[in-house]
C-alpha cells in the first residue's frame, strides 16, 4: 500500500528513513514467501524493490573522513 503524499512530504528525516526500513522489509517479506511458493518472477522482482531500498538507504549514510 503506497503511503499518502502528504505523509511523505511531511515527514522528518528520521520518519523517512524509518519508512525506508518498512518498505525493505515488506519486499524482503514478500520475497520469501514468493519463493517458497516457487514464484520465482515474483521474488525477484519483490528482492530489486528492496535492493533498491537498501541503495537509497546506504547513499543517505554520512561517513565523515
Known amino acids: 500500500m503506497l503511503k ?3 505523509i511523505i512530504m511531511t ?6 528513513t524509518l519508512l525506508l526500513y518498512q518498505g525493505a522489509i515488506k ?3 514478500q520475497a520469501i514467501h514468493n519463493t ?7 521474488a525477484n522482482q519483490a528482492s ?11 547513499s543517505t549514510f554520512g561517513y565523515e573522513d
Open 48 to 58: 530489486k524493490r528492496a535492493q533498491d531500498i537498501f541503495g537509497e538507504l546506504m
Open 27 to 29: 519486499f524482503m517479506n
Open 4 to 6: 499518502p503524499k502528504h
Open 11 to 16: 515527514a522528518t528525516p528520521q520518519e523517512l
Open 36 to 42: 517458497k511458493e516457487k514464484n520465482y518472477a515474483e
